[in-house]
C-alpha cells in the first residue's frame, strides 16, 4: 500500500518527473526495422513525448522532437534525405543530431543563425529487427545486446498498445502466484465454459516457494512446483525481469523478451519479441522476421481471456489506467511485487544522486546473456507447442511452422538420444 504522492512519483513519467528521470537512460524500440525500410519515416510517442524517427537514403538512423522548430509543423511529415530529414511544410532540413542543416528559402542563412534553429534529437541504431532511441541526457549509455536480440533463430514479435501505465505490467513480472490462478485455475474454468481443451503445460502448477534475487539486470524469480525437487531449473535457474521494462521467459526453444514500452502515463506498447530456434535442427541462414498484431479486446468492449497473454492483459487493463496502490491490501505472497517497487525507488535515489541507475550498460559488449529455465514447468518440447498454440503466438503468420520446426527438433533430439 502506497500514498497517493508515492503511488504518482513510481508512475508519472512525462519529463521533469522523478520516474521519467529514470527512464531517460534507456533504449527503447520505437519501430519495426521493417517499417522503415517500406516508408522512411514515422511518427513514434516515448516517454509522453511525440517524435519522428527516421532512416536517410544513406541508411543512418534518427528521432527528433516532431514539431519542426521553424512554426511547428509535424517532422513525420518531412522528406527524408541523404543526410537528414526535411521539413515538409517549409523545407528546413535537420540532420540525424538534429542540427539545422539548411533553410530552403534561405540558401545563404548563417551558420549563426542556424545553430539557434535546430531540432531536440535524440539517437537511434538498428538491432535484432527493432529501430532502438534513446532519448534522455548526456552521453548515452550502449544499446544492451541482451541475447534475443543476436541470436540466430526466426523472430516472431506480436505486439498491442495497452490502454495503462507500465508499472503494472512490470509488477506482474514478479508476481508468480498469478500463473497459479489466473494461467491455470481461470484458463481451467473459462476451458470448462467454453468447452476448449486445457492446454496440460498450464494446469494444476501448485506453487510450493518462490524466491527473488537482486542481480545487476534486474530481479531473478524463482519458482518451486509441487512434485518438482529443488534441482529443477525452474527453482535453481528461474528467470529475470529486467529492469526497468522487459522480462525474459521460456525455455524448450522458445525464447521471448517481453518488452513494455512506456509511451506516457496510460498506454504502453507491449511486444512479445519470441525467438524460436531448438536445439536438434539447423536453422536456415534467412530466418523469418514477422512482426503482428495481437488482438485482446471483442467487438463488445470485453476481453479476450481463452489465450495466456490475452488473460494477463485483462488482469492489467482491468486495475485501471494507473492501478490503485493507495487502496490496495499487500499481503506476504506480494514480496516481488514490493521487491519491485523497491528496485524503482532506488533508481530515483541514484538518479537524484547523479548516478546511473540499474541496468544501465555502458561498458561495450557482444552479447549479454541472462538466466533462463531450459526446461520450463518441468515439462519438455510439450511447452513449446502448448504456448504457440495458447499464447500470443497463435496470432503470429507462422505460427503453424513455428509448431512444426518444435515438433521436428524434438523427432531429431530424440533420435539422437537413441543413436
Ligand atoms: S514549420 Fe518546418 S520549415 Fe516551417
Ligand atoms: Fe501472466
Redesign the pocket.
Known amino acids: 500500500m502506497l500514498t497517493q504522492e508515492q503511488n504518482d512519483a513510481l508512475t508519472q513519467i512525462g519529463p521533469g518527473t522523478p520516474m521519467g528521470g529514470v527512464l531517460r537512460n534507456y533504449w527503447y524500440p520505437v519501430a519495426f526495422t521493417r517499417e522503415l525500410d517500406e516508408f522512411p519515416v514515422k511518427a513514434t510517442r516515448l516517454l509522453g513525448e511525440n517524435f519522428a524517427v527516421f532512416k536517410t537514403r544513406e541508411g543512418g538512423y534518427g528521432i527528433v522532437a516532431e514539431k519542426?522548430?521553424?512554426?511547428?509543423?509535424s517532422?513525420v511529415y518531412g522528406i527524408v534525405e541523404d543526410d537528414g530529414l526535411r521539413?515538409?511544410?517549409?523545407?528546413?532540413k535537420f540532420g540525424t543530431g538534429g542540427d539545422c542543416l539548411e533553410?530552403?528559402a534561405e540558401p545563404d542563412s548563417s551558420e549563426k543563425f542556424r545553430a539557434d534553429c535546430s531540432v531536440r534529437a535524440g539517437e537511434a541504431q538498428e538491432l535484432g529487427g527493432l529501430i532502438w532511441a534513446y532519448v534522455g541526457e548526456g552521453t548515452s549509455p550502449e544499446l544492451p545486446r541482451y541475447e534475443a536480440y543476436t541470436m540466430h533463430g526466426h523472430r516472431d514479435m506480436g505486439h498491442a498498445i495497452i490502454p495503462c501505465n507500465w508499472l503494472q505490467i512490470m509488477e506482474n513480472a514478479v508476481d508468480p502466484y498469478h500463473v497459479e490462478a489466473l494461467h491455470g485455475n481461470y484458463f481451467e474454468f473459462i476451458a470448462e465454459q467454453t468447452g476448449m481443451e486445457m492446454p496440460g503445460s498450464f494446469g494444476g502448477n501448485k506453487h510450493e516457494k518462490v524466491a527473488f534475487d537482486d542481480f545487476e539486470h534486474g530481479i531473478i524469480k524463482r519458482r518451486l512446483l509441487v512434485g518438482q525437487d529443488e534441482e529443477s531449473d525452474d527453482w535453481k535457474i528461474g528467470h529475470p525481469l529486467v529492469f526497468p521494462y522487459k522480462m525474459w521467459v521460456g525455455g524448450n526453444g522458445v525464447y521471448q523478451m517481453q518488452i513494455r514500452v512506456p509511451i506516457d502515463d496510460t498506454h504502453t506498447n507491449v511486444i512479445f519479441y519470441t525467438v524460436h530456434a531448438p536445439d536438434g535442427i539447423e536453422l536456415p541462414d534467412d530466418v523469418h522476421t514477422v512482426d503482428y498484431p495481437i488482438e485482446w479486446m471483442n467487438e463488445d468492449g470485453t476481453y479476450i481471456v481463452d489465450y495466456i497473454e490475452g488473460q494477463d492483459i485483462m488482469a492489467w487493463v482491468s486495475q485501471g489506467e494507473i492501478a490503485d496502490r493507495v487502496n490496495e491490501k499487500i499481503t506476504k505472497s506480494d514480496v516481488g511485487v514490493v521487491a519491485c517497487r523497491r528496485m524503482f525507488r532506488k533508481a530515483i535515489e541514484d538518479v537524484a544522486e547523479g548516478k546511473d541507475p540499474l541496468a544501465v550498460v555502458r561498458e561495450p559488449h557482444d552479447v549479454i546473456k541472462l538466466p533462463l529455465e531450459r526446461s520450463k514447468f518441468g515439462r519438455g518440447a510439450e511447452f513449446a507447442s502448448d504456448w504457440i498454440d495458447n499464447g500470443s503466438m497463435k496470432f503470429s503468420p507462422i505460427a503453424q511452422e513455428m509448431k512444426q520446426l518444435h515438433i521436428d527438433a524434438a523427432k531429431a533430439r530424440e533420435a539422437m538420444d537413441n543413436a
Open positions: 519542426c522548430p521553424h512554426r511547428g509543423a517532422l521539413c515538409g511544410y517549409h523545407g528546413w533553410i530552403l
